[in-house]
C-alpha cells in the first residue's frame, strides 16, 4: 500500500472499493501497516496452512520418538537431573507401551499409536523430533505456541498469516477454526484465535461443525423475502443518511458491509453442508463412524479441506476430549493418568480422520499448496507421574508438517537417550513460525505491526527459518 | 503522488543552488575546518552512532553489507551503491533512505523516522561535501563513547513531550471561545473556512452520546440548541449519573479493567467490580484528576484519604485495584517470571495510562527509541514488587467502632467470670462423672484413642491400663516438649511473642499484637457460648468470626529444601498457605489449606520444589486472599501460634499437648480411677481459676479447650441460665459490628530494591536499582522505607511532570472530537504521533492544571467550543487539503462505540434498567448499562466485542473502529437485538395515544435518531409495514420496522 495516499482518498478512489472495504476492514484502525507486504518476500510454496492442534500434549515417546533405552531403564529413577514439573509426582522410567515399526519406503518410525497415519502417509511426513517449548503449562503454553507470547493480547499465526497475504475469499473469513461435539478452545480460551492488535478482520471465526447455527447469528431468523425487504428499507434509510453524512467512507463501507453479510449466510451452510461430497469421501474419513468423537473429528477434517479448496489461509482443527487422565475439552491429550489408555483413545479418533485428510488433499493436488502442521504445545516426561501418566515436558517433542513444500519422509532432529531434552537441532515455536512464514512466502523478521510503541513480529525478537525442513 | 513526493521542496532547492558554488569534492582527509569538525560531532556523529551503528558497522552486522562508521565505508556504500554522493544531497542513497523517499529503504529501520531537523542536518552535512574525520572504523572505546546512556538520553530528551509545558496564549482572532482562537487559527492559514453548526438532532445526538453514553432523551428534544440553552443542557447532562457510567468506562479502557485474571481457570478478581463503582463515583463527584491519580497508585497510603460517608467507605483505597488487573498465568512453574511479567503489566499500565510513555519496552534493554532506560523499568519494578496482591479493607472508619468493640470486650469478661463459675461447678461434679460415665460421655471416652484427646487416659483405662499407665503417654511427651523449645531452626516464628510478629505484615482488629494465653472466642450464633480457648498467638475472631485477618510473614528465600509446619486453627473456609514470588492463585505445585474447621494444630507442607525461589507465608480469613478470597463468606477465622521451617527430611516439631502438663501435675501418681478423676478435677479448677483471673498458661487455655471440646464443661446457653442473659446481651452489641468491605490491592510488604536483569533474563540479576521516577526527569532515590508507591504517584503529578496533564487533557479531547491532538493517546514518544496543535495542547494542560483538574470543567470547556459544535459535512477545499481533517474545520463522523450501541438499543426499545447502578457484574442478557457487564477475559461479551470493545490485556486509549460482518450479522440476527425490536413495537402498540401509525413511526424516528421522519420516510415506512403485513404475511410488522432502524447506519453513527 502507498503510504502517501490517505485513507479518505483511498476509499474515495475504491471505485469497485465495497468488497475490499468489508472484508478488509482497515478502517481507522490504529498502527501503520508498514509490517505488511504488498507482495510475498519470497517465492511461496504453500497458500493454505492446516493446523491439527492437538491440545493437551501428545506423548512424543509414545508416537513419533522411540526411545528403547526407556524400556531397559524401566521402574528405575531417572538417571538425569530433572526441570520442575507441573505436578511434581514425578515417578520412575516409564517405558511406552506402544510398538514402534518403520514405515513407508522413508522407514519413517511411528508407534501403533497411529496405524492409518502409518500406513498411509508416512512418507509425506517431515517429523521434528526436537521442538521445544518455554512453557510447562497449558494455558501460557498455548498462547506461546499460538501468538509467540505466553499470555493473552497477541495476534494468533492465523491472524499473522492473513495481516500478511491477505484474503482469497470475499464471503469466508481467512482464519477459521474448526469445532466439533464437546470441542472448545484449549485452554486460555478463545483468545488464543484473536487478532491481538492487528486489524480485527485477522481474527478467527469459530465455526462449530455440526451445529444447527455454525456461526453465531448467521442464521436468518425469517424467511429471505422478509429479510430482502428489510435489506431493501435499510439501505433506503442508509442512502440518505449516507448523502447527509457527507458520503463518509466510513458510513459507505458499513453500508456494504451488509451484503457481505447477507452472502455470509448463504456461504457458511453450504461450506458446512458438505454438498457434493461423495459416500466414498465420507467413509475415507470417517464421517459416519460409530464412535462419536472421531466422526466428529472427521467431520472437522473434510471441512478443512472445503476451507483450503475455497482459499481459506488459516484452518485450525479442535480435538475432543475422551475424558481419560484429566483430558479434559480445552486439554484431550493431558494424560497424567491413564496414559495407554487415553492416549490409545485419543489417538484412535484423530487417526483415521487425519490420514483421510492427508490422502484427499494429495488426490486433490492440494498437498503441495497446503502446509499441515501437527503439534500440541508440549510433549510428555519419560517418567511416570503416578503409577501410570505422564507430566508436561517442553524440553524437547515432536511434531510434524507435510506438504507446503517440506521434505516428506524425513525426521530432522532429536532428543537424548531418555527423549527428555533435545541433543541436536532445537527447534523452537519462534523457529517454527519462521519456517512456515517461509514457505508460504513471509520473511518473518519484515512481518510486522507497531503497536504500543514497538514492531511486534510472531516471532518477537528470535527465530531461524530452518531450511532443512525445506524440499 | 511520489512524483509529487519526489519533487524537491523549494527550501532544499535553494540549498543545493546555494552548495553547488562550494564546489563539493571528495570529503578532505585532512584536517577539517573548525566549523565542519564542530558540525560533525555534534549533529551527525551522535546520530549515526545511536540509530545506524547497530546494524552498519564494521565488523559487526553490516546488513546490505554496508558500514557507517567511517568516511571510506560511506563513499564505497553497500550492495545498493555508495550510501552518500557529497555534494549532491538528492542522489544519496543514505538520504532518501532517511527521507523514507522509497518504502523498502525507509530508515532507521522499525524506529520512528528522524526529527525533520535531523534530516536538514545530514542535508546540509552531504551539500557541503560531507566532511568526515573518521578515517578508520571507530574502537569499541569510542563506540561505546558515542553511544552510552547519558548522551542518548541527552539528545532523545529534546523530544516535545519532554519539554516543560509552555505558557502560552491563544491567538488573536474574532472567536471568542479560546479553543476555537487555537484552531481558527490554522484553519484560516490552510485557507479554509470552518463548518457551520450541525443541526439540532446531530448535536442533540452527539452531546448525549459524548456526555452519557447514551442517545438524547425524547423529552429533551424540544430544548432549543442555541448557545445558552445548549450550555444548560451541557451542565444537566454532566450532573447526570450517566455521566459517570459513561466516562468509567473509557478510564476502563485506559486501565485494561477485567474482572478475571485469564489462562487456565480464569478465576474472577474478587471484587473488581468495586473499583468499576469506585470511578463512577468518582467522575460523577468530579473527583480531581490528580487526586485520582495518587489513589490509583498509592490511594491506601493517603495521610488523608477521601472517605464517602454515606456508604462507609475509603474512596481513596479503591483506586489501587487497578494495580490488580493484571493477567496471571496458572501455576507456573516458574515463579519468579511470572512475577516480573505480571509487574511489567502493572508498569504498562501505569507508564502508558498516566504518562503516555511505553516504559515496558525497557524491560529487557533501555528504550529504543524514547529517554526511558532498563533501570528506570528496574526502578519501578522494585517500587511495585515491594507489595502484595490482597483484598484491602476498605471501610472508612466507623467512630462508633471503638466504643463499640470496648463495650463488646467488656461483656466478654462478664462471659468469663460467669462461665468460670458454672465450670467450677462443673469441676466439683467431675470426679463422680468420670468414674460413672454416662452413654454421652463413654461414647467420648471410646472415641479417645489418640494422647491429643484429654479423655485419652480413660480409654486406656478403660483397655485395662493402671491408672499410673494411663498417663504414660503424657509423661513421655514432656521430654519432646522441652527438646522442641530447644532446638533451633532455619526459622522459626513464634506468634505469642511480640519481637516475632513484628517482623509479619498483619492486618485485622486483632491482628496488631498477639492475645494472651486463655483469651477465648465467643459465638456469634448457633447452640454453644464459647468457639474455642486458645493458648497464646494471633487469632482474629477474639472480637468477632466477621473480623478479617491477614497475615504475611518476610520473604524467605528458600536456599535450601526445607518443610513448612504451621501450628494453626481455623474455621469457615479461612486460608493457610505459602505464596511463591507473589503469585496469588493456587494449583498443582502451589497447594493451599482451605480450613473448614480445626483446632490448634500442626500442619505441614514440603518446599523442597521452590527451592532458589522466595516465598512468604500467608495466613488469612475466608475473604482475604487476593484470588482464592470467597466474596460471600461472612464469618470465618484463622489463629496462628507458631510457624517453622525444618530442613527437609529433619525431624518435625514435636507434636505437644500442652494441655496434659496441668493434669500431670495434678494427678501425681494416680493409683485408682478415682485418683485419676479426682486429678483432673483439680486440674481443671485450677486451671478455671487461673482463667477467670486472666493469669492461665497455654497448658491451662489448652485443657479448657479440650474439656469442652470432650463435653466435660458445659457449653450450651440452655445449660447456663446465669451465662445466657449475658450472652445474649453480647450477641445483640455483636451484630452491630460491620462486616468489612474488601477490594482487590496491593498491600505493602518487603520494601526491597530489584536488581536489573542482565537482558531482561531474570535469572541473571545484577546490581539493584534504587526506587525511583524516571531518569528523565528526576533520577534522586527515594529516601522511603515503604515501596514507594506514595512518592511514585506524587511525582507522576508534580508541576515540573510535562506528560501527565498533557496526556488526560488529550485523551478527553479524543473521546470527544474522535481523535486526540495527540493521535496515539497512549504514547507520546517518539513512536507516537506528534501533537497537531500543540500550543493548544499546552494551553489546555495549563488550564486545566489552573481549574483543580476537573474533568468536568475540561469537557464543558471542549464541547462549548464551536469546534465541538460543528457539522460533518467538510467545507470546501477541506477533503483536498486536510484530508484526515486534523485541523477540524468540521466534525468528524464517528461510529457509535460497542456499549453505546447495545445501551441505545436498551435505551431506545424501553428495556433499559437505567436506575439500577453499582454492584457486582452482570450478564449480557440483563438489560443493564454495559459498564455494568462482567469483563471475564476467556469469555468476553460476544456483542461488545464484535464492535470492538478491547480485550484486556493493556491499556487502549484509542480503540479499533473495525467494519467487520459480525457486526452486522449481529445487528441482523441476534436474538437479543430482534427481542429489544418487538419489546419496543409492544411498547408503541400499548400506549393509546399511537393509535395512528404514523404517530407511531414519528416516536420510532424520533426514539432512533432525534428527529422526526421527513416525508419521505414516512411514506417510506408505511409502504414498509404495508408489504410487511401483506406481501410477506409478517407476524409483527411493528417490530420489522424498529429492527430495521436498528440497522440503520444512522443508528450507530454520530455525523
Same mark, same amino acid.
Given at each position: ?5 490517505t485513507r ?7 471505485s469497485?472499493g465495497?468488497?475490499?472495504?468489508a ?6 484502525t ?5 509490517g505488511?507486504?504488498s ?8 497458500k ?7 491440545s ?5 515417546l509414545?508416537? $513419533? ?8 531403564l524401566a521402574?528405575?529413577p ?6 520442575? !514439573? ?5 515417578? !520412575?522410567?516409564f ?6 515399526a ?10 501403533s499409536? $497411529? ?10 511426513l ?15 503454553g498455548?498462547?506461546?505456541f ?15 498469516i492473513?495481516?500478511?497475504?491477505? !484474503?482469497?475469499?470475499?464471503d ?11 470441542a !472448545? ?34 442464521t ?11 435489506l431493501? $428499507?435499510?439501505? &433506503?434509510?442508509d442512502?440518505?443518511?449516507a448523502l447527509?453524512?457527507?458520503h ?8 456494504k ?9 448463504? &456461504?457458511?451452510p453450504?461450506?458446512?453442508g ?13 464421517l ?7 466422526a ?17 489461509r488459516?484452518v485450525?482443527l ?8 484429566s ?13 495407554e489408555?487415553g ?21 486433490r ?9 501437527w ?7 519419560? $517418567? ?7 507430566d ?19 525426521v530432522?532432529g532429536a ?12 527447534v523452537s515455536v519462534?523457529?517454527?513460525?519462521a ?19 514497538r ?13 532443512d525442513?525445506?524440499? | ?8 521542496? =523549494?527550501?532544499?532547492?535553494i ?7 562550494v ?14 569538525a ?7 556523529r551522535?546520530?549515526?552512532?545511536q ?18 562508521d ?8 553497500g ?8 555534494g ?9 533512505a532517511i527521507r ?7 530508515? *532507521?529501520?522499525?524506529g520512528?523516522k528522524?526529527?525533520a531537523?535531523v ?8 551539500a ?18 558515542d ?5 542518548v ?9 519532554f519539554? #516543560? ?10 472567536a ?7 484552531l ?14 450541525a443541526d ?6 452527539r ?5 452519557t ?13 442555541? *448557545?445558552?440553552?445548549?450550555?444548560a443542557?451541557?451542565?444537566a447532562l454532566?450532573?447526570s #449519573?450517566r455521566?459517570?457510567?459513561r ?8 486501565v485494561?479493567y ?16 468495586r ?12 473527583? #480531581? ?6 489513589e ?8 488523608q484519604?477521601?472517605l ?42 501505569v507508564s502508558?495510562?498516566?504518562?503516555a ?5 525497557a ?10 532506560s ?7 519494578h522494585g ?11 476498605v ?6 467502632e471503638?466504643?463499640?468493640?470496648a463495650?463488646?470486650?467488656q461483656?466478654?469478661s462478664?462471659?468469663r467470670?460467669?462461665?468460670a ?15 460413672t460415665?454416662?452413654?454421652a460421655?463413654n ?10 484427646s ?13 491408672p ?8 513421655n511427651?514432656?521430654d ?28 485485622g482488629?486483632?491482628?496488631?499484637t498477639?492475645s494472651?494465653a486463655?483469651?477465648?472466642?465467643v ?21 468477632? +468470626? ?5 497475615l504475611?510473614s518476610?520473604?524467605?528465600? /528458600? ?14 473456609g ?9 503469585y496469588?492463585?493456587?494449583g498443582?505445585?502451589?497447594p ?13 507442607q514440603?518446599?523442597g ?9 500467608e495466613f488469612?480469613t ?5 484470588? /482464592?478470597?470467597n ?20 525431624l ?8 496434659a ?6 494427678c501425681?501418681?494416680?493409683t ?25 498458661t ?18 450450651q446457653?440452655a445449660?447456663?441460665p ?7 446481651a453480647?450477641?445483640?452489641?455483636? +451484630? ?12 505493602e510488604?518487603?520494601a ?11 535469572r541473571q ?7 525511583r ?6 533520577a ?13 504517584a ?11 496533564a ?6 478527553v479531547?479524543?473521546?470527544l472530537?474522535?481523535?486526540g491532538?495527540?493521535?496515539t493517546?497512549?504514547?507520546f ?7 497537531s496543535?500543540p ?37 470546501p ?6 484530508p ?17 450501541i447495545?445501551?441505545?438499543? /436498551?435505551?431506545?426499545?424501553g ?5 439500577e ?22 469469555d ?7 464492535f470492538?470493545?478491547?480485550? #484486556? ?9 473495525t467494519n467487520?460482518?459480525?457486526?452486522s450479522?449481529?445487528l ?8 429489544l ?12 395515544t /399511537? ?8 416516536v ?7 428527529? =422526526? *421522519? ?42
Open positions: 500500500m502507498n503510504p502517501w495516499i479518505r482518498e483511498m476509499l474515495r478512489r475504491c469497485t465495497f468488497g475490499y472495504l472484508l478488509s476492514g482497515l478502517l481507522a490504529p498502527g501503520r501497516s508498514a505488511r507486504p507482495a510475498p518476500h519470497f517465492r511461496p510454496r504453500a493454505n496452512v492446516i493446523f491439527l492442534y492437538m493437551g500434549g501428545v506423548s512424543h509414545d508416537s $513419533f520418538d522411540p526411545k528403547p533405552l526407556l524400556a531397559r521402574g528405575q531417572m538417571p538425569a537431573k530433572l526441570e520442575r !514439573t507441573q505436578f511434581n509426582k514425578n515417578g !520412575t522410567v517405558p511406552s507401551p506402544f510398538e514402534f518403520r514405515h513407508g519406503g522413508s522407514g519413517l518410525e511411528i508407534s499409536m $497411529f496405524p492409518q497415519i502409518a500406513r498411509h502417509c508416512a512418507d509425506d517431515c517429523v521434528v523430533r526436537s521442538m521445544t517449548s518455554k512453557v510447562s503449562e497449558h494455558a501460557q498455548n498462547y506461546f499460538h501468538t509467540g507470547f505466553p499470555t493473552m493480547g497477541f495476534p494468533s499465526a492465523g491472524a499473522w492473513n495481516y500478511g497475504l491477505g !484474503t482469497a475469499n470475499r469466508l473469513p481467512g482464519f477459521v477454526v474448526l469445532q466439533s461435539g464437546d !472448545t478452545a484449549p485452554h486460555g480460551g478463545p483468545g488464543l484465535f484473536g487478532n491481538g492488535f492487528l486489524p480485527a478482520q485477522h481474527q478467527a471465526s469459530i465455526i462449530s461443525a455440526d451445529r444447527r447455527e455454525p456461526v453465531p447469528n448467521i436468518p431468523r425469517g424467511p429471505d423475502a422478509l429479510q430482502r425487504a428489510s431493501d $428499507f435499510i439501505r &433506503a434509510a442512502t440518505d443518511f447527509r453524512a457527507g463518509d467512507p466510513q458510513v459507505e463501507a458499513a453500508v458491509n451488509y451484503e457481505t453479510a447477507y452472502r455470509m449466510q448463504a &456461504a457458511v453450504e461450506l458446512v458438505l454438498a457434493g461430497e461423495t459416500a466414498a469421501t465420507r467413509e475415507l474419513y470417517g459416519d463412524d460409530p464412535h462419536p468423537q472421531k466428529a473429528y472427521a467431520r472437522q477434517c473434510l471441512l478443512a479441506r472445503r476451507l483450503v479448496e475455497r482459499g481459506v488459516f485450525e479442535s480435538c475432543l476430549t475422551e475424558k481419560i487422565g483430558g479434559n475439552a480445552p486439554n484431550p491429550w493431558d494424560q497424567h493418568g491413564d496414559l489408555r492416549h490409545r483413545a485419543m489417538a484412535h479418533q484423530v487417526d483415521q480422520p487425519i490420514a483421510a485428510l492427508l490422502t484427499d488433499l494429495k488426490a493436488g492440494l498437498l503441495d499448496e497446503t502446509l499441515v502442521i503439534a500440541g504445545e508440549f510433549g510428555r516426561t519419560p $517418567f511416570s507421574q503416578g503409577s501410570n501418566g505422564r508436561h515436558n517442553p524440553y524437547g517433542f515432536s511434531i510434524w508438517l507435510a506438504g507446503g513444500g517440506v521434505k516428506a519422509g524425513t530432522y532428543t537424548d537417550d531418555l527423549g527428555y531434552r533435545v541433543a541436536d537441532k532445537t519462534y523457529d517454527l513460525w519456517t512456515v512464514l517461509h514457505l508460504l512466502g513471509l520473511d518473518h523478521q519484515n512481518l510486522t505491526y507497531l503497536s504500543g510503541g514492531n511486534y513480529r510472531l516471532t518477537d525478537v528470535h527465530g531461524e527459518v530452518i531450511r525442513l525445506i524440499a | 503522488m511520489r512524483a509529487t513526493f519526489l519533487r524537491v521542496p =523549494p527550501r532544499v532547492a540549498l543545493l543552488a546555494a552548495c553547488a558554488l564546489t563539493p569534492g571528495l570529503a578532505a582527509p585532512a584536517a577539517l575546518a573548525p566549523a565542519d564542530e558540525f560533525f560531532e555534534s549533529r551527525i551522535p546520530v549515526l552512532a540509530d545506524c551503528y547497530e546494524c552498519h558497522r564494521t565488523g559487526g552486522k553490516m546488513k546490505a553489507g554496508l558500514a557507517l567511517h568516511r571510506a565505508a560511506l563513499l564505497k556504500g550492495d545498493t551503491g555508495p550510501a552518500i554522493i557529497p549532491d544531497p538528492k542522489q544519496s542513497l543514505l538520504l532518501q523514507h523517499e522509497h518504502d523498502d529503504l525507509a530508515m *532507521p529501520k522499525a520512528a528522524l526529527d531537523a534530516i536538514a542536518d545530514f542535508e546540509r552535512w552531504v557541503r561535501g560531507a566532511p568526515d574525520p573518521r578515517d578508520a572504523p571507530p574502537t569499541e572505546a569510542q563506540v561505546a563513547a553511544t552510552d546512556w547519558p548522551a538520553m541527552a539528545r532523545r530528551k529534546a523530544w516535545w513531550s519539554q #516543560p509545558i509552555r505558557q502560552v496564549a491563544p491567538p488573536p482572532g474574532p471568542t471561545h479560546p479553543v476555537d482562537r487555537f481558527d487559527a490554522k484553519i484560516t492559514t490552510a485557507g479554509l473556512a470552518a463548518a457551520p453548526r439540532a438532532a446531530a448535536l442533540h445526538r452531546l448525549s452520546f459524548a456526555l453514553g447514551l442517545p438524547p432523551d425524547v423529552a429533551d428534544l424540544t430544548t432549543e440548541l442555541s *448557545p445558552a440553552p445548549f450550555t443542557r451541557v451542565d454532566l450532573a #449519573p455521566f459517570g457510567e466516562w468509567a468506562r473509557h478510564w476502563m479502557d485506559w485494561r477485567a474482572d478475571s485474571h485469564g489462562s487456565e481457570g480464569d478465576p474472577l478478581i474478587p471484587n473488581a467490580w473499583y468499576r463503582d469506585y470511578l463512577i463515583r468518582a467522575l460523577n463527584a468530579d473527583v #480531581p484528576y490528580d487526586q485520582l491519580i495518587l490509583h497508585l498509592a490511594g491506601d497510603r493517603l495521610p484519604p477521601r464517602n460517608a454515606a456508604l462507609g467507605l475509603n474512596e481513596s483505597a479503591l483506586g489501587v485495584a487497578q494495580l490488580r488487573m493484571v493477567l496471571h498465568g496458572f501455576a507456573p512453574t516458574d515463579a519468579l517470571e511470572e512475577l516480573v511479567r505480571f509487574t511489567d503489566d502493572q508498569i504498562n499500565t502508558k495510562a498516566f504518562l510513555l511505553t516504559l515496558s519496552c524491560r529487557c534493554h533501555d528504550h529504543k527509541f524514547d529517554p526511558l532498563q533501570r528506570d523499568f528496574t526502578a519501578w517500587i511495585f514488587s515491594s507489595t502484595a496482591p490482597a483484598q484491602l479493607a471501610d472508612a472508619p466507623d467512630p462508633a471503638p466504643a463499640l468493640r463495650s463488646l470486650r461483656t466478654k462478664q462471659l467470670a460467669a462461665l463459675e458454672a465450670w467450677l461447678a462443673d469441676a466439683d461434679a467431675l470426679p463422680a462423672r468420670l468414674t460415665p454416662d452413654a460421655l461414647k467420648s471416652i471410646a472415641a479417645a484413642k489418640s494422647a491429643e484429654a479423655l485419652h487416659p480413660f480409654y486406656l483405662l478403660a483397655q485395662g491400663a493402671t499410673a499407665a494411663a498417663l504414660e503417654p503424657w509423661r511427651q514432656l519432646g516438649i522441652a527438646r522442641h523449645h530447644g532446638r533451633t531452626f532455619p526459622y522459626r516464628w513464634d506468634l505469642s511473642r511480640v519481637d516475632d510478629t513484628s517482623s509479619w505484615r498483619r492486618d482488629p486483632r491482628m496488631g498477639a494472651a486463655g483469651d477465648f472466642a459465638a456469634a450464633e448457633g447452640d454453644r457460648v464459647v468457639v474455642g480457648v486458645y493458648p497464646a498467638g494471633l487469632y482474629s475472631h477474639l472480637d468477632s +468470626t466477621k473480623d478479617r485477618g491477614l504475611l518476610p520473604r524467605v528465600h /528458600l536456599a535450601e529444601k526445607y518443610d513448612l509446619w504451621l501450628r494453626l486453627a481455623g474455621e469457615g479461612a486460608f493457610a498457605r505459602y505464596v511463591v514470588q507473589n496469588p492463585r493456587d498443582t505445585v502451589y493451599v489449606q482451605k480450613i473448614a474447621g480445626i483446632g490448634p494444630r500442626w500442619i505441614k514440603p518446599l520444589y521452590w527451592q532458589g525461589d522466595q516465598i512468604h507465608i488469612s475466608a475473604s482475604d486472599q487476593p484470588v /482464592l478470597a466474596p460471600a463468606a461472612t464469618r470465618s477465622w484463622i489463629g496462628v501460634s507458631e510457624v517453622l521451617l525444618v530442613r527437609a527430611g529433619e518435625g516439631p514435636f507434636e505437644a499437648w500442652p494441655f502438663a496441668p493434669l500431670l501435675a495434678a501425681g501418681e494416680p485408682t480411677t478415682d485418683d485419676l478423676a479426682a486429678g483432673f478435677a483439680a486440674a481443671l479448677r485450677l486451671s478455671v481459676r487461673v482463667w477467670r483471673e486472666e493469669r492461665a497455654d497448658g491451662d487455655a489448652e485443657l479448657l479447650d479440650q474439656f469442652l471440646r470432650a463435653g466435660l464443661l458445659r457449653n446457653p445449660q447456663l446465669a451465662v445466657a442473659p449475658v450472652l445474649a453480647w450477641r445483640a452489641q455483636e +451484630t452491630a459490628l460491620r462486616i468489612p468491605t474488601r477490594a482487590p490491592g496491593v498491600i510488604t518487603f526491597a530494591d530489584a536488581p536489573l536483569f542482565a537482558r531482561g533474563d531474570h540479576p545484577g546490581e539493584l536499582v534504587p526506587r521516577f524516571l531518569e528523565a526527569i528526576d534522586t532515590p527515594y529516601q522511603v522505607t515503604d515501596s514507594g508507591r506514595l512518592a511514585l506524587r511525582d507522576l503529578v508534580r508541576p515540573d511532570n510535562p506528560l501527565t498533557r496526556v488526560i487533557v488529550n485523551r479531547w479524543h473521546h472530537f474522535g481523535r491532538l495527540v493521535a493517546p497512549d504514547n514518544g517518539r513512536m507516537g504521533e506528534t501533537p496543535h500550543e493548544l495542547l499546552d494551553w489546555l494542560a495549563t488550564w486545566f492544571v489552573e481549574h483543580r483538574w476537573s474533568i468536568k470543567a475540561l469537557v464543558r470547556l471542549l464541547v462549548t467550543s464551536d469546534a465541538w459544535q460543528h457539522a460533518s459535512s467538510p467545507p477545499g477541506a477533503l483536498e487539503r486536510d484526515d481533517n486534523r485541523l477540524l474545520s468540521h466534525a468528524s463522523v464517528r461510529r457509535l462505540e460497542a456499549e453505546a447495545r445501551d441505545a438499543l /436498551l435505551a431506545v426499545s428495556a433499559l434498567q437505567i436506575n447502578m453499582f454492584g457486582p457484574p452482570v450478564l449480557g442478557a440483563t438489560p443493564r448499562r454495559s459498564v455494568y457487564l462482567r469483563v471475564k477475559r476467556n468476553l461479551d460476544p456483542f461488545l466485542t464484535a470492538d470493545a478491547p480485550v #484486556p490485556a493493556a491499556p487502549t486509549g484509542r480503540r479499533d473502529v467487520v460482518p459480525a457486526q450479522l449481529a441482523l440476527n441476534d436474538p437479543f437485538v430482534r427481542q425490536a418487538e419489546q419496543w413495537a409492544a411498547r408503541l402498540a400499548a400506549d393509546p /399511537l393509535a395512528a401509525p404514523t404517530d407511531r413511526i414519528r420510532l424516528y424520533t426514539g432512533a435518531f432525534a428527529r =422526526p *421522519p421527513t416525508a419521505e420516510e414516512l411514506a417510506r415506512a408505511l409502504a414498509f409495514l404495508r408489504d410487511a403485513e401483506h406481501s410477506r404475511a409478517s407476524a409483527a410488522p411493528w417490530a420489522d420496522l424498529a429492527h430495521a432502524l436498528f440497522n440503520a447506519k444512522e443508528f450507530i453513527f454520530l455525523p
